[in-house]
């Protein structure tokens, strides 16, 4: 049984609940957020596997998920991109934010997530349990497709890509 830690509005830990619980109950927890950019700035996308339970099949930045207690964000975050794209790269806390968004088969993210960038260019070996495919698109693209075909993306990805634009034009990560 997984548990997630739940947080005040200050991401101040509160407790914890198993991670399913907290999405029934849309109870506010920690989560971290990973975005890959390759040496030409475009982002890498994965597509989550269809037999995930919420967002099954839709396409996302590299990784999401949530620290386990006791588990710092960066420590997180590193992990799960080995565990679901079989690689390490350096990443950097960009920015956090939290929200909130309801699904059809009545769970709901309340999360205060903590946003990491990275680049990498090497091989990426994909976890088949977790991630269905990936890719590398140019933010114009793939900003151009979420408007287009929003149902395409996950919610929390929809929230948080206009939240990397403004950052990025802000910092040179060169």
Known sequence: MKEVILVNDNDEPIG???????HQQALLHRAISVFI????????????NKKKYHSGGLWANACC??????EDTATAASRRLREELGFSTPLKKA?????????????TENEFDHV??????GNIEINKEEVMDYCFMSMEDIKNTI??????????FKIAF???EAYLSGVNRS
């Open 16 to 22: 914890t609940i198993e991670k399913l619980a907290a």
């Open 37 to 48: 950019f390759n040496k030409k700035n475009e982002m890498l996308l994965q597509q989550r």
């Open 65 to 70: 998920s949530h620290p386990i207690p006791g």
């Open 95 to 107: 920015f956090h934010f939290t929200y909130k968004a309801d699904f059809e088969n009545g769970l």
């Open 116 to 121: 990491f960038i990275g680049t990498y260019d």
């Open 147 to 156: 408007a287009s075909h929003p149902e395409k993306y996950a919610a929390w």
């Open 162 to 164: 206009p939240k990397i």
